[in-house]
C-alpha cells in the first residue's frame, strides 16, 4: 500500500506519477515517488523545496548499486540485457522480433504485440507520436502537452513506428521543452491538424494498410484532451538544474510540468535522474 508522506523523506527516485483530475478544467496532479513513498507535490507549489542526492544510484529493475544510469535508471548489465532499453523501443520501426533477435521475446509479445496510437499533441507546438493505449493520457501529460488527440489505432508498436515515420515528413516528433517549461504554446485546432495530415498522407496510409492489411491501420474519431498545469509561474530563462554537477537543489517551488519541476533556482527533470538516491525536505 502507498504511503502518503508529508515530511522529509528518503528514497530513490522513480517517474512522478500523474493523475489527470476528473473535473474538467482542473489541474494535473502530481506525486514524487522515493522509494516506495508517494509525496503530493499539487499543495507544494508556492513554498520552498529542498532535493539532496546522496551520491548514490540504483537500479530500477535489479536494485544493484551503479555509479551511472544507463537509459533512465538501469545499470550497465540490465542496459545490455533488457528489451525495454534496446534501440527499437525509441526507433519500433526497427522491431527485430520476426527476426529472432528479441532480447526478451516474451516481454516484447507482452509490451509491443498489443495496441497502440499515433497521436498529434500540443507540447510546445504540433508534434505527432506513438504510445501503447493504455498509456492514455499519461503519455501526453508526461510531455505537458497542453492538448492531445489519438488519431489512429494500429494493432503493434512496430506498425506505430512505420506510421509515426510517414507523418514525420508533415510533422516534427520532437518537443522543445524550454517552450514547454516557458508556457510559450498557442492552442491549435488538432482536428484540422488531423483532417490536413490524414488528406496528405492518404496515399502512404493506404501503402502501409496494402502491406499489413486493410484493417491494420484504423483511423479514430476522438474529441481532443487539455491539460492545465499546476504552474504559478512561468520561467522567462530556463536554467537546468543536474544532480551530477550539484547535489544540492533547492529553491520556491514555482510549478510542474511534464516531468519537470520549476523552482525559482531553476528547473529539473525527475525523469532523467531515475534510481538516484534523494532526500526531499
Known sequence: MQRVVEQAVQGCLRKMSVVLPDRPGDQVSYHLRAGDQHI????RVGKPISLHWSGAIACTHCGRATKKSFAQGHCYPCFKRLAQCDTCIMKPETCHFFQGTCREPEWGETHCFQPHIVYLA????????ITRKTQMPTRWMDQGAIQALPILEVDTRQQSGFVEMLFKEQVSDRT????MLKGEVET???IAERDRLLETLDGGLNQLRDQHGSDAIRVLDETPYTFDYPVETFPRKVVSHNFDKQPLVEGVLQGIKGQYLILDSGVINLRKFTGYEITLR
Do not use: F, I, M, T
Not at 503530493?40 to 499543495?43: D, I, K, T, V, Y
Open 176 to 179: 522543445n521543452w524550454r517552450a
Open 40 to 43: 503530493p507535490l499539487n499543495s
Open 188 to 190: 491549435l485546432d488538432l
Open 122 to 129: 500540443n507540447s510546445s507546438g504540433l508534434k505527432v507520436g
